[in-house]
């Protein structure tokens, strides 16, 4: 079991960044995946970026390419969503979770993943 806390969260204006973390405890391996996804309120919650928990597999939603890195520091046992050029629409609670699928499409349903944490709020202000 893994349990999963994400930080990082806030008030920001368009165009500003933030850094949120996903710190991770419990048993962790290396085919396991950390994801990111947000729920506007009314919306779905949407898939916005993944990686492994070894080596340089990761993958984004269109929308974030490009604005978003994710990347993890397996010594602190923490993954990061950088968020730069942050626009309203951006605006969300952010979650991180697990999933062990493999393939590009399950990696990016919120149903393949479990762990959830309790997310973090994003507000950009326009």
């Known amino acids: 079991q893994v349990q999963l806390v994400e930080s990082g969260g806030g008030l920001v204006q368009t165009g500003g960044s933030l850094r949120l973390s996903c710190a991770a405890s419990?048993?962790?391996?290396?085919?396991?995946?950390i994801g990111w996804f947000r729920q506007a309120p009314g919306k779905e919650r949407e898939f916005v970026a993944a990686i492994r928990w070894s080596g340089d597999s990761s993958r984004y939603a269109d929308s974030v390419k490009g604005r978003f890195t994710i990347s993890r520091d397996n010594a602190k046992n923490t993954v990061y969503l950088q968020m730069n050029s942050l626009q309203p629409e951006d605006t969300a609670v952010y979650y991180c979770a697990t999933t062990q699928a493999v393939y590009y499409w399950a990696t990016t349903q919120a149903d393949s993943y479990s762990n959830w944490g309790q997310g973090t709020q994003v507000t950009v202000s326009s």
């Open positions: 419990g048993r962790t391996f290396s085919s396991l995946r």
